[in-house]
């Protein structure tokens, strides 16, 4: 009995996919007047409209929409549609129309349709960050910004911003930031690691070391799941997604980690191991002893927005004099969107010459981005990736880095 019921299944099943199988093209039932008979035609292509019904004869007769008409489905209409002729008030033409659509419109940049209308984008309002961004199908979606991060301003585009890192910048915070205002930082912090430098620059070569030099769509995600100690959450990854570029979130990844996870025993490995990197930098740069001017010179020949000359004052009065080039390259990556120092100083490089700068500091910098560059620091890098993810990623090949 039972197998005799497996296979009525088996044949209800075969019977109902023969049964709902489409067919190409499209059919429709038609009846003939010549022989009396219901015949199966096809049904007419996007573009065109039925001259004629199929007979026993012969096929669906179609022909091509004229011109400022159309059909944009498989149909047996005897008449194509008229095109829309204009746009509505403030929409402009995405796509004009042809045989197979209709004329398209989309609302002016910073609107949305709603029923009939372009409505402005949704501005969000101080303490309220855009989550989405608005499109011309969809209104911007605001939050309010979590602990740590704040908006001051109305905007339809602006995401909460981070609260910014006092220590990192050598200074002491006075006034804690909230959901409407940044952090308020102000005098010198004696007591920062290093000079209060956020990434130095072998931490950096070391970070952007970890981005593989073909990316894979998942690469970020692997890589959060199989860091050790507090993980990245998704909210964060996916700000970093959309504030930056491919090459360049990597490296926001770990920093972001490494701070997440600074008292960890993983974490104080790592950096301890770097130190033996930064010792040697030290030996390349630490003894330039440069005047106020030759590091404004400096800082004035990197690219991009630059140091403020308070900045210098401020970090040659908080700084030992071996520790000042490295915070002012630090203070300018972070102004720079954290762009790769390593190629600001190799821009810098070939400016420095208009400013009568001392050659064994020239020679300095470019021992320090050779070292970094080394086959020693990327066995050491490799060493250090390894022991970062441990034995939880052994598919993703450092060779592939």
């Not at 088996?10 to 007047?33: A, G, M, N, R």
């Not at 303490?127 to 109305?154: I, M």
């Not at 959309?242 to 490995?269: G, P, Y």
């Not at 970090?315 to 969107?337: D, P, V, Y």
């Amino acid at each position: 009995m039972n197998k005799l019921l497996c296979c009525a299944l088996v044949f209800l099943d075969v019977s109902i996919k023969w049964t709902t199988q489409e067919t190409f093209p499209p059919k429709y039932l038609h009846y003939d007047p010549e022989t009396s008979r219901q015949l199966m035609c096809d049904k007419c292509p996007p573009g065109t409209y039925l001259k004629q019904h199929c007979t026993a004869r012969w096929k669906t007769v179609c022909a091509p929409c004229p011109d400022n008409y159309y059909t944009d489905t498989w149909h047996t209409s005897d008449e194509c549609l008229y095109c829309n002729s204009v746009c509505k008030e403030l929409q402009y033409v995405k796509q004009n129309c042809n045989r197979t659509q209709n004329l398209v419109c989309e609302c002016e940049e910073g609107r949305y349709l709603e029923v009939e209308f372009c409505l402005k984008h949704r501005s969000c309002p101080p303490g309220f960050g855009v989550l989405q961004a608005g499109t011309p199908e969809r209104n911007t979606v605001c939050k309010r910004c979590p602990d740590g991060f704040f908006s001051n301003e109305t905007s339809s585009k602006a995401p909460c911003r981070k609260h910014t890192n006092c220590s990192a910048l050598g200074l002491l915070l006075t006034q804690k930031g909230n959901a409407m205002h940044d952090n308020v930082c102000s005098g010198n912090s004696e007591s920062t690691h290093k000079c209060g430098i956020d990434v130095t620059l072998c931490e950096e070569a070391f970070f952007r070391f970890a981005v593989p030099t073909k990316f894979t769509p998942n690469w970020l995600s692997v890589l959060v799941d199989n860091l050790p100690g507090t993980k990245v959450n998704a909210e964060s990854l996916e700000r970093i997604k959309r504030r930056h570029n491919s090459q360049e979130q990597t490296f926001q990844l770990l920093k972001l980690w490494k701070h997440q996870n600074k008292d960890q025993d993983m974490v104080k490995k790592i950096i301890q191991d770097i130190d033996l990197c930064e010792n040697s930098v030290q030996k390349h740069i630490g003894h330039t002893n440069l005047t106020f001017e030759q590091l404004c010179s400096l800082m004035e020949s990197l690219p991009g927005k630059k140091v403020m000359t308070e900045d210098i004052e401020r970090t040659m009065k908080a700084c030992k004099s071996n520790e000042q080039l490295l915070k002012l390259l630090s203070l300018w990556r972070i102004k720079n969107g954290d762009q790769d120092t390593l190629k600001g100083l190799m821009h810098a490089l070939k400016h420095l010459k208009t400013y009568h700068f001392p050659k064994t500091v020239t020679q300095s910098l470019k021992k320090t981005i050779r070292f970094l560059h080394s086959f020693t620091m990327y066995r050491l890098y490799q060493k250090l990736f390894l022991e970062m993810i441990g034995n939880q990623v052994q598919s993703v090949k450092v060779s592939c880095l």
